[in-house]
């Protein structure tokens, strides 16, 4: 059975996820954390519940999404999956963390490998489905678990809002297009985990998102 953990991190309230199965076999989602503080209380769930992370998984690029990923593969020995549009993202890490204020901040390491629309992920029992999703940003997926009705999906929908397009690599069309056919096409009574804010339904965002006239129009 799937168990998951959250956590709010960085100064851009970050949602990072943990999940895990009944034996200890753990996914990370968009490791946020960016001081010892973040990285203990990541690292102290791990260790009180005895999870063995096998997998760090990226929705996408942001730098608020990946500040952790140095821990991560330090920790754990893990590197990133994730889609190769948003590769330039992890590698100008660095740079925009600079322009943000963020000093100090490590490289990311280099993805393990790269995850497209149809994909699968497994670890331990969990198996989570590859939504390609592009529009906040170039290589923006979300992870589907079709057993537990849940979907993780970083940045392209939130809870009454969507994704924003005005950063570099984002297109409004492309995102009302992806959330369109690749989300509201799901159940609607999957929750859904974003990368920012509290979680809410698929079937609650077809009647609620204010962008969904927008949505339906593209
Ligand atoms: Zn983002």
Same mark, same amino acid.
């Given at each position: 059975?799937?168990?998951?953990?959250?956590?709010?991190?960085?100064?851009?309230?970050?949602?990072?996820?943990?999940?895990?199965?009944?034996?200890?076999?753990?996914?990370?989602?968009?490791?946020?954390?960016?001081?010892?503080?973040?990285?203990?209380?990541? !690292?102290?769930?791990?260790?009180?519940?005895?999870? #063995?992370?096998?997998?760090?998984?990226?929705? !996408?690029?942001?730098?608020? !999404?990946?500040?952790?990923?140095?821990?991560?593969?330090?920790?754990?020995?893990?590197?990133?999956?994730?889609?190769?549009?948003?590769?330039?993202?992890? !590698?100008?890490?660095?740079?925009?963390?600079?322009?943000?204020?963020?000093? *100090?901040?490590?490289?990311?390491?280099?993805?393990?490998?790269?995850?497209?629309?149809?994909?699968?992920?497994?670890?331990?029992?969990?198996?989570?489905?590859?939504?390609?999703?592009?529009?906040?940003?170039?290589?923006?997926?979300?992870?589907?678990?079709?057993?537990? #009705? #849940?979907?993780?999906?970083?940045?392209?929908?939130?809870?009454?809002?969507?994704?924003?397009?005005?950063?570099?690599?984002?297109?409004? *069309?492309?995102?009302?297009?992806?959330?369109?056919?690749?989300?509201?096409?799901?159940?609607?009574?999957?929750?859904?985990?974003?990368?920012?804010?509290?979680?809410?339904?698929?079937?609650?965002?077809?009647?609620?998102?204010?962008?969904?006239?927008?949505?339906?129009?593209?």
């Amino acid at each position: 059975m799937l168990q998951q953990k959250s956590f709010t991190f960085n100064p851009f309230a970050e949602n990072t996820y943990i999940l895990y199965d009944g034996q200890g076999q753990a996914a990370i989602i968009d490791p946020g954390c960016c001081n010892r503080q973040e990285e203990a209380k990541l !690292h102290d769930f791990i260790t009180e519940k005895n999870l #063995k992370p096998v997998r760090l998984l990226l929705t !996408h690029g942001h730098l608020d !999404h990946i500040l952790g990923n140095d821990f991560v593969f330090r920790k754990y020995g893990l590197a990133p999956y994730m889609n190769s549009g948003d590769l330039h993202l992890l !590698h100008s890490l660095v740079a925009t963390c600079e322009i943000y204020g963020l000093h *100090g901040v490590a490289p990311s390491p280099e993805p393990a490998g790269w995850l497209n629309e149809g994909d699968t992920v497994t670890f331990g029992e969990i198996k989570l489905e590859v939504i390609f999703a592009p529009g906040h940003s170039p290589g923006s997926l979300c992870f589907y678990s079709a057993e537990d #009705k #849940k979907l993780w999906c970083g940045d392209v929908l939130f809870n009454q809002s969507i994704g924003r397009t005005d950063l570099p690599g984002g297109d409004s *069309g492309t995102l009302f297009r992806s959330i369109r056919s690749g989300l509201f096409t799901l159940p609607d009574d999957v929750t859904v985990y974003s990368g920012h804010g509290m979680p809410t339904t698929i079937g609650f965002e077809k009647e609620n998102n204010p962008f969904v006239g927008a949505l339906a129009g593209n």
